[in-house]
């Protein structure tokens, strides 16, 4: 199995503009527009150039995405595991 490390957690408008096609995509793939303030989370497959972007809001459990990763035979890291479950369904605060 290949290793998923966590890049970052950050809103979408704030992913840098040369990973934003991987974002663009994602959404695409699941059939939603993208929210600029909507919360992600950019992993890497370790020894790739292949990202893998988790609209956080959006997931029900850390389980599902382990699933979607086991597809392309990645898994978590524990640190990315536990970066994912303390930010899962979390909405932005509005001011």
Known sequence: M??????????????????????????????HDVDESEKVALLVIEGTASYVVIFLEREKSVEEIENRLALQKAEMTSDTRNAISRNIGARPVRQ
């Open 2 to 31: 290949y290793k998923a490390h966590l890049v970052s957690i950050t809103t979408a408008g704030s992913v840098p503009e040369n990973l934003r096609g991987f974002v663009n995509f994602q959404a695409a793939y699941e059939g």
